[in-house]
């Protein structure tokens, strides 16, 4: 469903010219699973899945989604994607069903279709309570379940993720992550970009640890143990990371 291919990114800078946010990136992630993109702040996990959902453009490299280009192809892509940030940007004015069903509309689904979908996934994230709320008056939590809702309004085949427990306390958190988990259950090709190791050894079917833009390693966490005889993923993180660093510093002397 998502296909990656030596994917790049670099920004200019007047002060330290060309900045590389990621370099030469490979992976695929398929119908069904959950894929971790795994590193700190800075990483450059954002910047790879802005490219996917084509936010951004690549300097380099090519990917494809659900079979269309990202960059040729770039409305078809966004058709087929939905896209979750920690960032949720709900509206003040808008009840939490005016929301969704503003974003359905703009995905053209017919209006029958439309509502039976609406209560189908107000139902299922227990929102038939807030339904009439305003954003304005919205928890936290509340407002992540608008922001999942909206996200799978057309049902798309592939969800993209990006650090979305960040800020929430735990209920909330465990609450994204079931449903993260229900939506695998369903078939759909899930890209979950976070830097919380606890999430991706009870989440992710398989993870790349990316760090300064480059993927260090791929694999599920079994396979990634016994390949680097580790048998604790945190440590088996920052070992990666620091080997990373070394090589850097060698190469610099």
Not at 9 to 33: P, T, Y
Not at 47 to 66: D, E, I, K, N
Not at 183 to 195: D, P, Y
Not at 198 to 218: N, S
Request: charged share 25%.
């Amino acid at each position: 469903m998502i296909h990656v291919e030596q994917l790049s990114k670099s920004f200019d800078d007047l002060r330290r010219g060309s900045i590389v946010a990621l370099d030469s990136v490979s992976f695929d992630v398929q119908a069904g699973e959950i894929f971790g993109l795994l590193g700190p702040n800075g990483a450059g996990k954002t910047t790879c899945l802005r490219m996917l959902s084509t936010v951004l453009q690549p300097s380099a490299g090519s990917a494809t989604v659900a079979g269309y280009d990202v960059v040729t192809q770039a409305q078809d892509v966004r058709t087929h994607i939905g896209f979750m940030s920690c960032n949720t940007g709900i509206y003040d004015r808008m009840t939490a069903w005016e929301m969704v069903e503003y974003f359905g509309r703009l995905y053209d689904i017919e209006e029958n279709k439309l509502q039976e979908r609406l209560d189908r996934i107000f139902t299922t994230l227990q929102m038939q309570d807030i339904k009439d709320l305003l954003g304005s008056k919205m928890s936290t939590g509340m407002k992540q379940k608008v922001s999942i809702a909206r996200t799978i309004i057309h049902d798309p085949p592939v969800l993209i993720f990006d650090e979305p427990t960040s800020g929430l306390d735990v209920l909330v958190a465990r609450a994204v992550l079931k449903t993260i988990e229900a939506l695998r259950e369903e078939g759909k090709c899930i890209i979950f970009s976070t830097h919380i190791m606890r999430e991706v050894e009870k989440l992710c079917d398989r993870v790349a640890v990316i760090y300064k833009g480059k993927i260090l390693a791929i694999g599920s966490i079994p396979e990634l143990e016994e390949q680097y005889h580790e048998s604790d993923m945190e440590e088996l993180f920052f070992s990666l990371i620091q080997e990373h660093e070394d090589q850097l510093a060698m190469k610099a002397q």
